[in-house]
């Protein structure tokens, strides 16, 4: 189970599993996940699966996106990796995978009478089993997701989709000579 958890800028939290390929968030109505926030634009985000996981896309282009506090250039996606923070304005989504999605849930049920801001920072403080760094910048900043394995693959497949049609073509062609020697 992968979540993302809303933390909007009055204290507020909301989790909601992800479980779409592509899931847009903002505050616009069109968007799967509507933020009613001013500082949110009203497509602000995209994060779609591909085959090496989940990324994220910024849509609203006017630099106020950011992931772990490194501001993200629109249109360009990034890989996710669990624990994962993504600012929109002064909205915080985070991106929490199994075991951290549990740990989060389990620290909120242990601090109920403390407000939303002491259970996310006791949610911050577990650590991140199974993560992987994330491919950076010399100066620190995330590195795009690399999308030439994506191609590659496509071209491959599509390769060996004409090579079959062209075999199938020739095979009868060749069935049609045969028989009309007949």
Same mark, same amino acid.
């Given at each position: ?26 505050s616009g109505m069109e968007?799967?996940?509507? &933020?009613? #926030? ?17 990324v994220v896309s910024d ?9 772990? #506090? ?9 890989q996710m990796e669990s ?7 002064? &909205? ?46 010399? #100066? ?30 020739? &095979? ?7 028989? #009309?020697?007949?």
């Amino acid at each position: 189970m992968q979540q993302l958890v809303i933390n909007q800028s009055d204290g507020t939290s909301t989790a909601y599993e992800l479980s779409l390929s592509t899931v847009t968030i903002g505050s616009g109505m069109e968007c799967v996940i509507i &933020v009613p #926030d001013e500082s949110v634009a009203p497509m602000h985000i995209q994060i779609t699966l591909d085959v090496s996981g989940y990324v994220v896309s910024d849509l609203a282009g006017n630099e106020s996106t950011s992931v772990n #506090d490194y501001p993200i250039e629109p249109g360009t996606a990034y890989q996710m990796e669990s624990g994962m923070r993504i600012r929109m304005g002064t &909205v915080e989504v985070l991106y929490l995978i199994e075991e951290e999605a549990a740990a989060v849930e389990d620290a909120a049920s242990e601090v109920q009478e403390a407000d939303a801001q002491q259970a996310y920072a006791v949610a911050q403080s577990f650590p991140v089993p199974g993560s992987f760094p994330l491919p950076r910048h010399s #100066d620190g900043a995330f590195a795009p997701a690399k999308s030439g394995f994506n191609l590659w693959l496509a071209a491959c497949i599509l390769t060996t989709l004409l090579s079959v049609g062209f075999a199938l073509v020739a &095979v009868v062609h060749v069935a049609g000579v045969f028989q #009309d020697m007949r």
